[in-house]
């Protein structure tokens, strides 16, 4: 199973940026997923999850500026993020919970990690 992160850049304060997580692979079902973040010198942080029900949970940080969603028929998870500030520079990393055979237990998969600066 991997996981692919895409859209991270560059961003004024106050802009916004969508970052996308597509997990693949032997997939037979995926269950939490979630974005977590690393800035500097500082350990990594939970900043949205969503279960495959749709129920969704944000560090108090984000809450109001950044909106997770999915897509569960393509295993893809988003980060709307928006209202950037400067101290949500960080890596980004994408986790998911994934069972791979109908057999087998929930693995917890990280994703590469994409950057995200918020300067102007």
């Keep these: 199973v991997q ?9 004024q304060p106050g802009g916004s940026l969508r970052l996308s997580c597509a997990a693949s692979g032997s997939i037979f079902n995926v269950n939490n997923m979630a974005w977590y973040r690393q800035a500097p010198g500082k350990q990594r942080e939970l900043v949205a999850a969503i279960t495959s029900g749709g129920t969704t949970n944000y560090a108090d940080s984000v809450k109001g500026r950044f909106t997770i969603s999915r897509d569960n028929a393509k295993n893809t998870v988003f980060l709307q993020m928006n209202s950037l500030k400067p101290e949500d520079t960080a890596v980004y ?6 069972r791979s ?8 998969y990280w994703g590469q990690g994409t950057q995200v600066t918020v300067s102007s």
Excluded: E, I, K, M
């Design 93 to 98: 990393y994408c986790n998911a919970d994934v």
């Design 101 to 108: 055979y109908s057999w087998s237990p929930y693995r917890s």
């Design 3 to 11: 996981l692919q992160a895409f859209g991270g850049g560059l961003v």
